[in-house]
């Protein structure tokens, strides 16, 4: 399986690999067993030896899941649900899908792919390169960097050496090994045609090798190697007008992913916080009004009150161009650099403040996390409800400013409300909200009086009135 995001193609071809003929062949007739005039038998080129080193550590993954069926929006409409309440049918549906691992440690049985390769899955079989089929667990997911560490009975298994991905070049030769489609374990082959590639709205975090190795739905979670079998990087999606590969393949560094593994492994979730700086590139403009003498870096454009950045002495206007030893790019390579730390860990930057270069050490804060009041006996009416901040994934974030409804259980409290996930409380009883900490607050002043929410759904907004 592989989440395709605008589909791409190209055939590489290893021109190095077409032996030069010194003498020609010769045809001039006679007997047509003898073999003088032609070449004597040489061992040709190949990437045999490098797939039969590497192939064993690739598995084909299976799942099977239950997913919801999209229901008739009528059905959530809240005067409909006023006369049916919670007898409305929640329709769910089997689902199965195909993709790609690698096996990065064979005594444990660690295998890493991609987080939506085994979304939603209830059961998950893997199948090696020997025909064996083994079940497989989940140890961890982190769906914002599409990275997920699956477990299987570690028996005879064979794992991936890891490269520096830090050191990959662009025109580097590099193999793609997968599940194209289902059809079973395939190898292509390719160059690394760009890096650092984000900004492509697949994930939340992006720092991708471009590769035109061809790789297609079911590649997903498989391996990207250098012409040394070692593991560059996770094969995660395409870009291609129609569902196929077209030369545009993205794969996730293999130092970014280890770092999400390590964590997924140790503590079965990725802990990520913010150091609280809304951040833009340094362009050549910005540097030169702020000057600065630095060609890449991130521009500090707006500091969140009482975060770790603003107690560290932060600033709007600073230059953030080096983290914890590396240098910063740009932003979306600060923010790759953040996300992969967890709560508590540091962060020594430099920066450029007034042409003078300052070092600012903090550490990584919390999130805002979602308010679940699912068991909370003093808001009966509301209870099975999720709020929290509007997320990024939100077709309204940045631009309407409440509180989101994050999750509904079946048949809760809420749900028979009319509250649905995705809507954005605007106010409650007509005084504005801006965080779930204050929406419970209200809420729970006004006891057993009525809530008067006004809502933001779709295109449309309401006011939806609970007693």
């Known amino acids: 399986m592989l989440r395709i995001f605008i589909f791409c193609s190209a055939l590489s071809l290893f021109t190095f690999f077409i032996p030069v003929l010194e003498k020609p062949l010769n045809f001039s007739g006679g007997d047509t067993h003898a073999h003088a005039g032609t070449i004597p038998p040489q061992e040709l080129p190949s990437l045999a030896p490098l797939v039969e ?16 069926v999209k229901q008739n929006p009528l059905l959530r409409d809240p005067f409909f649900r006023r006369f049916f309440g919670d007898r409305i049918p929640q329709q769910q549906k089997e689902t199965a899908s195909v993709g790609s691992g690698v096996i990065v440690d064979s005594r444990e049985g660690y295998i ?60 580097d030769y590099v193999i793609a090994i997968g599940n194209p489609f289902g059809l079973g374990q395939t190898v292509t082959a390719g160059i690394v045609s760009a890096l650092g590639r984000s900004g492509l709205g697949i994930e939340s975090y992006e720092d991708f090798i471009q590769t035109d190795a061809s790789i297609n739905p079911g590649n997903s979670g498989g391996a990207l190697v250098n ?18 590969n077209v030369g545009i ?13 390590d964590q997924l492994i140790e503590h079965g979730e990725i802990q990520r916080g913010r150091i609280g700086v809304q951040i833009q ?18 521009v500090v454009s707006q500091v969140v009150p009482s975060s770790p950045a603003e107690k560290a002495g932060v600033i709007t206007g600073d230059v953030i161009y080096e983290m914890n030893g590396e240098p910063v790019t740009g932003s979306s390579d600060l923010r790759n650099k953040v996300g992969v730390l967890r709560v508590g860990d540091k962060v020594d930057i430099n920066v450029i403040r007034d042409g003078k270069e300052l070092n600012i050490i903090m550490r990584v804060g919390t999130r805002e996390n979602p308010v679940n009041i699912s068991s909370n006996g003093q808001i009966p009416r509301l209870k099975g409800a999720t709020f929290g901040a509007v997320p990024k994934n939100h077709p309204f974030y940045g631009e309407v400013e409440g509180v989101a409804v994050l999750q509904i259980d079946k048949g809760s409290p ?25 929406l419970i607050e209200l809420t729970k002043k006004s006891k057993d009086g009525p809530l008067l929410f006004n809502l933001r759904r779709g295109n449309g907004a309401f006011f939806l009135l609970i007693r």
Request: net charge negative; no cysteine.
């Open 53 to 68: 080193k590497i192939s064993p550590a690739v598995v084909n993954i299976a799942t099977k899941g239950m997913v919801e």
């Open 112 to 171: 890493v792919t991609n987080s939506h390769v085994v979304a939603n899955a209830n059961e998950i079989v893997i199948t090696l390169t020997d025909k064996r089929k083994l079940p497989a667990t989940v140890i961890g997911s982190d769906p914002e960097t599409d990275i997920a560490v699956l477990k299987v009975e570690p028996n005879e298994l064979q794992e991936v050496t890891y490269a520096n991905s830090d050191k990959l070049l662009v025109g």
């Open 227 to 244: 012409l040394k079998g070692e593991l560059v990087g996770i094969n995660t999606a395409i870009i291609g007008p129609s569902g196929g």
């Open 249 to 261: 393949g993205f794969a996730i560094p293999i130092n970014m992913a280890r770092q999400i593994m």
């Open 281 to 298: 590139d340094l362009t050549i403009e910005l540097a030169e009004a702020l000057g600065v003498n630095k060609e890449a870096g991130a």
């Open 414 to 438: 809420a749900a028979s409300a009319g509250l649905i996930p995705g809507d954005i409380i605007l106010s409650l009883n007509k005084i504005r909200v801006k965080s779930a900490e204050r």
